[in-house]
């Protein structure tokens, strides 16, 4: 049975970082890409950041650039974080991470993951 869990979401200050933390249970990140996607109140889902573990590709939403990250843990291949920096105000979302085997077109897309979390709250907010 394949499983995602996040964790370490909260009520942060504007400024601040906060790491997301996502551990897979039935499935290898390995073998193919794990994303990060977000959903604000009243929105749709969209693309925060995405990594190729099969050939190291990394692509991140314009409005994320420069201020989070996606890596994985080094001990443990099948966990995966995003460290977010800097967060504002219009980072604030439940924050979902993905894994499966997406084509380049389809990488930035939920359309493009197979297996889901069940999300964890960021608030931004002063």
């Known amino acids: 049975q394949v499983q995602l869990v996040e964790s370490g979401g909260g009520l942060v200050q504007p400024g601040a970082s906060l790491r997301l933390s996502c551990a897979a249970s039935?499935?290898?990140?390995?073998?193919?890409?794990t994303g990060w996607f977000r959903q604000a109140p009243g929105k749709e889902r969209e693309f925060v950041a995405a990594?190729?573990?099969?050939?190291?590709?990394?692509?991140y939403a314009d409005s994320v650039k420069g201020r989070f990250s996606i890596s994985r843990d080094t001990a443990d291949s099948n966990t995966v974080y995003l460290q977010m920096n800097n967060v504002q105000p219009e980072d604030t979302a439940v924050y979902y991470c993905?894994?499966?085997?997406?084509?380049?077109?389809?990488?930035?897309?939920?359309?493009?993951?197979?297996?889901w979390g069940q999300g964890t709250q960021v608030t931004v907010s002063s």
């Open positions: 993905a894994a499966g085997r997406p084509i380049t077109s389809t990488i930035r897309t939920s359309n493009g993951y197979t297996a």
């Open positions: 039935g499935i290898s990140f390995s073998a193919g890409a």
């Open positions: 990594r190729r573990w099969t050939t190291g590709a990394i692509y």
